[in-house]
């Protein structure tokens, strides 16, 4: 699907984001900013297909929505079965995490005197819940489906192309690793 093709929720959504990423000078305003636009969106998730809903029984997905053509910014949909997480990794740009459906766990890691990431603190996010991540403020973290039996889906918004950034995951026992997530889905729902 076209931008140009979309109307309603999502389309006022990516305008506002437009509008933020042009606007905004700092990361603290870009990130009040992006998450009002992100609450707006998270109040009604009739706006996306059931297609970017559906759990893979193996793996979560991270499907992307839309890639800004000069890579500001990304939306992706995140969809987690029932046991589903992520390893510890970092993200090296701002990001909002917002539950669309069910419920995410969040563990934070922050690195000891000794330079290993230990674990320091849990939430859980429920739905219409937004959490923040970035290298000033930390920016390291495990994500889970906290439901034992339902898909838990959240709208992640990133201050790049996600799927194309180079990150890191930290792994106790082989250490620092880099990685570049991509995308579960080949291209975006929406093409610039």
Same mark, same amino acid.
Request: charge should be negative; glycine fraction near 8%.
């Given at each position: ?10 389309a ?6 437009d ?37 893979n029984?193996?793996?979560?997905q ?13 939306? !992706? %949909?995140?969809?987690?079965?029932p +046991?589903?997480?992520?390893? /510890? ?6 990001? =909002?995490?917002g &539950? ?25 996010l429920?739905?219409?819940?937004i ?21 838990? !889906? %959240?709208?992640?918004?990133?201050? +790049?192309?996600?799927?194309r /950034? ?6 106790? =026992?082989?250490? &620092? ?16």
């Amino acid at each position: 699907m076209n931008r140009t093709d979309l109307s309603g929720t999502f389309a006022r959504f990516l305008n506002e984001m437009d509008a933020t990423v042009a606007a905004t000078t700092t990361e603290a305003t870009t990130l009040d900013r992006a998450e009002n636009n992100l609450r707006t969106l998270l109040a009604d998730g009739a706006w996306l297909p059931d297609a970017y809903k559906q759990a893979n029984p193996n793996n979560y997905q991270q499907l992307a929505l839309y890639v800004d053509p000069r890579a500001r910014y990304s939306v !992706v %949909s995140f969809v987690w079965g029932p +046991g589903q997480s992520t390893p /510890i990794h970092n993200h090296t740009v701002w990001g =909002l995490v917002g &539950v669309l459906e069910g419920e995410e766990r969040c563990e934070e890691f922050n690195r000891d005197a000794d330079g290993v990431w230990q674990h320091c603190h849990a939430h859980s996010l429920q739905r219409g819940e937004i959490d923040r991540v970035s290298p000033t403020m930390g920016d390291v973290h495990k994500v889970s489906n906290a439901l034992a039996d339902r898909t838990t !889906v %959240s709208i992640h918004v990133y201050g +790049g192309d996600i799927g194309r /950034i180079a990150r890191s995951v930290f792994d106790p =026992l082989r250490g &620092v690793r880099p990685f570049v997530s991509g995308y579960s889905n080949s291209a975006p729902w929406v093409q610039a």
